[in-house]
Nanobody
Framework: VQLQASGGGLVQTGGSLRLSCTAS????????MGWFRQAPGNKRVFIAA???????YYPDSIQGRFTISRDNAKNMVYLQMNSLKPEDTAVYYC??????????????????WGQGTQVTVSS
């Protein structure tokens, strides 16, 4: 499975961005797709995930500002980010998981990762 993330960039505080991720290759085992972010010197942090049935998962810190969605027909997942803050600055990664019965918050639950897209929020 190959993942290509796009949509990052530079935005001012309070602005919005929409990230996209396209999955290609042997995607038939994919159960969920997720987004993580990683700032310099920090661990990779869970942002959102969406199951093939549409169930979504968010950490409490993100709930309400970010929205994950997917287009199963196109093997794409999106992350709409609103009310961005400087602390949202990071490289954002999309990933796929073949796991069931999990909340998809742990990077170890994912099988394939994209290359990341930089999001920078200026103050």
């Amino acid at each position: 499975v190959q993942l290509q993330a796009s949509g990052g960039g530079l935005v001012q505080t309070g602005g919005s961005l929409r990230l996209s991720c396209t999955a290609s290759g042997r995607t038939f085992n994919t159960v969920a797709m997720g987004w993580f972010r990683q700032a310099p010197g920090n661990k990779r942090v869970f942002i959102a995930a969406i199951r093939e049935n549409g169930n979504t998962y968010y950490p409490d810190s993100i709930q309400g500002r970010f929205t994950i969605s997917r287009d199963n027909a196109k093997n794409m997942v999106y992350l709409q980010m609103n009310s961005l803050k400087p602390e949202d600055t990071a490289v954002y990664y999309c990933a796929t998981s073949s796991s069931y019965f999990t909340r998809y918050t742990d990077p170890n639950e994912y099988d394939y990762w994209g290359q990341g897209t930089q999001v920078t929020v200026s103050s």
